[in-house]
């Protein structure tokens, strides 16, 4: 006797259903992940760089003329005793392209003469909350990170010739990048999505409000896609 089509289909939306929970729930019974990303997004200096149309005079008193970067990262979560509670420590190298926009946009072309690009290494640290803990698991992350950033270029320590970038003498490093160590606060939101037992999708977009010194704050704004493995 066949079954009607009806009751195949059934059938096969159920077996899909259980396939989908039981997937799901292998995840989040477990208890520690590891995330790969490529992240990258624009850094708006512009504010830190000049005041009232005209380039700040003091270079320590200046920003980082950084306009865009681009990341690999890799984090490891850990869950706090609590399926929605996770910390989560990361390690991040990127490329940062050395500019700026605006009224500094010619200042941010001398500093990319000057020395070039950077290379960032940047180690984050906080504390992430699930709002879902199911199939799809949205959540929320606010974190601090430390950035060292290293120079591409040999000559960086050499004497600045432009009068108005370096008015008493300054090397090229101190004219053009005087923050080499960056602190920032970040605010996450992201999105793991389990496509596979003990797999997700991992896409999130993060602001990142940089802590300089005797200077005004640049503020980053990164999107990330990338995968997430459960065990």
């Known amino acids: ?37 490529i992240s990258g997004g624009p850094t708006w200096a512009e504010r830190s760089l000049v005041e009232d149309g005209a380039l700040i005079d003091n270079p320590n008193q200046r ?35 050395t500019g700026a926009t605006g009224s500094a946009s010619d200042f941010g072309a001398r500093a990319s003469d000057g020395i070039g690009n950077t290379i960032g290494l940047e180690s984050l640290m906080g504390v992430r909350y699930y709002l879902s803990t199911d199939r799809i698991r949205p959540y929320i992350q606010p974190a601090m990170s430390y950035t060292r950033l290293f120079y591409l270029v040999g000559d ?5 010739n432009n009068a108005e970038d370096c008015p008493n003498g300054e090397s090229k490093s101190v004219a053009y990048m005087p923050h080499p160590n960056i602190g920032s606060l970040l605010a996450r939101v992201g999105l793991e999505w389990i ?29 990330a896609l990338g995968f997430t493995a459960f065990y």
């Not at 159920?14 to 292998?26: F, G, N, Q, R, T």
């Not at 596979?196 to 503020?219: C, F, G, M, Q, S």
């Open 1 to 37: 006797m066949t079954e009607s089509p009806m009751r195949v289909l059934s059938i096969g939306a159920l077996a899909l259903m259980v396939i989908m929970l039981s997937s799901a729930a292998h995840a989040q019974y477990r208890n520690n992940s590891l995330a790969l990303d």
């Open 195 to 223: 496509v596979e037992r003990n797999v997700a999708l991992h896409l999130y977009t993060e602001t990142a409000i940089w802590l300089l010194p005797n200077a005004k704050d640049p503020i980053t704004q990164r999107g």
């Open 156 to 160: 960086s320590d050499a004497p600045c």
């Open 63 to 97: 920003g980082n003329p950084v306009f865009w970067q681009a990341q690999v990262g890799v984090t490891y979560n850990q869950k706090l005793g609590h399926d929605h509670w996770w910390l989560s420590v990361g390690f991040g190298m990127g490329f940062m392209a």
